[in-house]
């Protein structure tokens, strides 16, 4: 059956260059990016007045085109290459000297059926090594020519405020593979749905766990130099995170959905017995004697909307309002 290939793409296309750089000019004799380029390229990409869809949009004669259009010329003369310097095994140039994430599709076996989306942090780093990883893919570099290619950013996925990376890029993160799983239950020829976290950020990692039994989704790693792709099937077990909310219902409707502004803590633990409110206390953060959601409890919260929105859905009882993103 075709899959439907969600992977995680984070920024070692571009940090760890320099080390494929060494590595593979003495191996192909093909031209690799001008150094000045590479250079004024790095100045941009750090720059915060840049503007992120320069480098997901990529202009035909631009600096950030030329670099793309180079890198992916390596990698498919790399990928594509007989030598057998480069193909003895796994650990060869091949997959050392390439990022996480077309090491991890090469073993995946990807047919012309088979689609894959690409998620990416809201970071110009991240945004540049997706579109050219969608280039090189669209190329033919490690899956056939012809196979679907998009790209989609996660709002709020960055590690320069940790706040934000877990109430609003986890938090997108889960969105983005609930509309991907909803769309694909709903089309035609529904794929297998995949989630390969070889590449992305390592502090998303546990999250994507937890999204893969949720959505009862596989997913696969490549550890390091290994010849294989690592896999966690999904367990036969549910995390009733619906369930919870709705015990506790009338305490959380004041501060719920994510978002809701902060409500005086003494009213909010009024409608909590004492004896369940240790229960309680990891979903909320209680200071300056009011209380929200804490970012734990509003990814639990995005989970639970989620699962009640999954086929099939309840036919009875209320549901949680949506949270933002959602409606």
């Given at each position: 059956?075709?899959?439907?290939?969600?992977?995680?793409?984070?920024?070692?296309?571009?940090?760890?260059?320099?080390?494929y750089r060494?590595?593979?000019?003495?191996?192909?004799?093909?031209p690799?990016?001008?150094?000045?380029?590479?250079?004024?390229?790095?100045?941009?990409?750090?720059?915060?007045q840049?503007?992120?869809?320069?480098?997901?949009?990529?202009?035909?004669?631009?600096?950030?085109?030329?670099?793309?259009?180079?890198?992916?010329?390596?990698?498919?003369?790399?990928?594509?290459?007989?030598?057998?310097?480069?193909?003895?095994?796994?650990?060869?140039?091949?997959?050392r000297?390439?990022?996480?994430?077309l090491?991890?599709?090469?073993?995946?076996?990807?047919?012309?059926?088979d689609?894959?989306?690409?998620?990416?942090?809201?970071?110009?780093?991240?945004?540049?090594?997706?579109?050219?990883?969608?280039?090189?893919?669209?190329?033919?570099?490690?899956?056939?020519?012809?196979v679907?290619?998009?790209?989609?950013?996660?709002?709020?996925?960055?590690?320069d405020?940790?706040?934000?990376?877990?109430?609003?890029?986890?938090?997108?993160?889960?969105?983005?593979?609930?509309?991907?799983?909803?769309?694909?239950?709903?089309?035609?020829?529904?794929?297998?749905?995949?989630?390969?976290?070889?590449?992305?950020?390592?502090?998303?990692?546990?999250?994507?766990?937890?999204?893969?039994?949720?959505?009862?989704?596989?997913?696969?790693?490549?550890?390091?130099?290994?010849?294989?792709?690592?896999?966690?099937?999904?367990?036969?077990?549910?995390?009733?995170?619906?369930?919870?909310?709705?015990?506790?219902?009338?305490?959380?409707?004041?501060?719920?959905?994510?978002?809701?502004?902060?409500?005086?803590?003494?009213?909010f633990?009024?409608?909590?017995?004492?004896?369940?409110?240790?229960?309680?206390?990891?979903?909320?953060?209680?200071?300056?004697?009011?209380?929200?959601?804490?970012?734990?409890?509003?990814?639990?919260?995005?989970?639970?909307?989620?699962?009640?929105?999954l086929?099939?859905?309840?036919?009875?009882?209320?549901?949680?309002?949506?949270?933002?993103?959602?409606?």
């Amino acid at each position: 059956m075709a899959r439907l290939i969600v992977v995680n793409v984070g920024i070692s296309l571009w940090e760890e260059w320099n080390k494929y750089r060494q590595a593979l000019q003495g191996l192909l004799r093909i031209p690799f990016p001008a150094d000045n380029d590479l250079t004024a390229l790095d100045t941009a990409l750090i720059n915060p007045q840049e503007a992120i869809e320069r480098f997901e949009n990529l202009q035909e004669s631009s600096l950030e085109h030329r670099v793309a259009k180079a890198l992916t010329e390596v990698m498919k003369t790399l990928w594509g290459s007989k030598d057998p310097r480069l193909t003895v095994h796994c650990g060869s140039p091949q997959r050392r000297n390439s990022c996480g994430e077309l090491a991890g599709l090469s073993l995946m076996g990807i047919m012309p059926e088979d689609a894959i989306v690409l998620l990416y942090s809201e970071t110009n780093s991240g945004a540049f090594c997706a579109t050219t990883l969608e280039m090189m893919l669209q190329q033919g570099v490690v899956v056939p020519k012809g196979v679907s290619v998009e790209k989609r950013r996660i709002r709020g996925l960055q590690i320069d405020n940790l706040a934000c990376f877990l109430e609003e890029g986890v938090v997108n993160y889960v969105l983005e593979i609930h509309n991907l799983y909803q769309n694909n239950h709903r089309a035609d020829k529904r794929r297998d749905m995949v989630l390969n976290i070889t590449g992305g950020y390592k502090g998303l990692i546990p999250y994507a766990g937890i999204v893969g039994m949720h959505f009862q989704i596989p997913i696969c790693y490549l550890y390091e130099e290994s010849d294989e792709l690592l896999w966690l099937q999904p367990l036969a077990v549910t995390i009733a995170y619906a369930d919870f909310f709705h015990s506790y219902w009338e305490a959380f409707k004041l501060i719920c959905p994510p978002g809701t502004p902060p409500y005086p803590s003494q009213a909010f633990w009024s409608r909590i017995t004492p004896s369940e409110r240790d229960k309680v206390k990891p979903f909320v953060r209680d200071r300056d004697q009011k209380v929200e959601l804490s970012s734990h409890a509003v990814l639990c919260y995005t989970l639970a909307y989620s699962k009640e929105q999954l086929p099939p859905k309840k036919s009875q009882g209320p549901l949680l309002p949506p949270p933002k993103g959602f409606e």
